[in-house]
């Protein structure tokens, strides 16, 4: 199964979301959505191949611990430059592109 970390999951990402939740178990996908407030993300709770949870994208460890756990990362929020270095050599490591 792939995993795909969803961050910041406000306004703009429903339309995604649900099409990656409809594709999920053609694709053998599982959405991790992560947003530093839930409220508006629990309707999302209900689907097997979902997980809801907050994140303070700014804490460097919990950053990274959600990154490494998922296989694709979609971003909708704000991040610090030293994060995109991150994911740069994430992906790069993970072969990104070519899965």
Known sequence: ???ILIVGAGKSSPYLIKYLLEKSKEQ???LNITDV???HLL?????NSCTV??????NDSEREE???KNDRFIKFSFISNSCITFIALFFHSKN???N
Do not use: E, Q
């Open 1 to 3: 199964m792939r995993s």
């Open 28 to 30: 053998n996908l599982h």
């Open 37 to 39: 407030k839930i409220d």
């Open 43 to 47: 309707d999302y709770k209900k689907y």
């Open 53 to 58: 949870s907050t994140i303070n994208i700014l």
């Open 66 to 68: 959600f990154i490494l």
């Open 96 to 98: 990104f592109w070519t």
